[in-house]
Nanobody, 121 residues
């Protein structure tokens, strides 16, 4: 069974940085595409950044140049480095694993419980 546990969220001022981590059960990264998604209050969940087992990455336009997704297979951990944070980045951030390489949340079968990110302007 795939287990995903996010950490690293918090409250920062605009322009600040955070690094999110997602600890996964063993071999998850070898089997699935992984991604970070977020959901702001009153809005639908959206894809932020995804990474494939071959290391290829894709970002949603609003975070390009500011966020970096990476994974450490030895540690079974997925990361999201977030720099130059903006108030619009506020939301619950989720780690997910799925069989499809896509920014669409509906393509992912396994989800963590999320970690809150709050950016104040």
């Amino acid at each position: 069974q795939v287990q995903l546990v996010e950490s690293g969220g918090g409250s920062v001022q605009s322009g600040g940085s955070l690094r999110l981590s997602c600890a996964a059960s063993e071999y998850t990264y070898r089997k699935y595409s992984m991604g970070w998604f977020r959901q702001a209050p009153g809005k639908e969940r959206e894809g932020v950044a995804i990474i494939n087992s071959d290391g290829s990455t894709t970002y949603t336009d609003s975070v390009k140049g500011r966020f970096t997704i990476s994974q450490d297979n030895a540690k079974n951990t997925l990361y999201l480095q977030m720099n130059s944070l903006e108030a619009e980045d506020t939301g619950m951030y989720y780690c997910a694993a799925g069989n499809y390489y896509s920014l669409r949340p509906s393509r992912y079968e396994h989800w963590g419980r999320g970690t809150q990110v709050t950016v104040s302007s």
